[in-house]
């Protein structure tokens, strides 16, 4: 159930990631600097978190170390675009 659960979050984080990248040449809303660094980004941590949960569906043991680091790394993610954001 965790896995399928993080497994959606992923694929809803990548959907984001999508959404905000087609919105760049649109001009749909203003990009501040270093916009697309910030949404290759988002996609490329929830690349790994979408990888690291079909490698823990297979019983990988690999899964053992990514999952944990796929996490941190969206916990790192977050931190860099609050400061960005200066949220």
Do not use: H
Not at 26 to 54: D, K, N
């Amino acid at each position: 159930m965790k896995i399928r659960l993080l497994s959606f979050f992923a694929t809803l984080s990548l959907a984001v990631a999508a959404l905000a990248l087609l919105s760049t040449p649109l001009q749909l809303t203003p990009q501040p600097e270093g916009y697309l660094f910030m949404v290759l980004l988002l996609a490329l941590v929830s690349g790994g978190i979408q990888v690291s949960c079909q490698l823990a569906k297979k019983n990988d043991p690999l899964a053992e170390r990514a999952l944990p680091a796929s996490l941190v790394a969206y916990g790192l993610f977050i931190l860099i675009a609050s400061r960005w954001l200066e949220l």
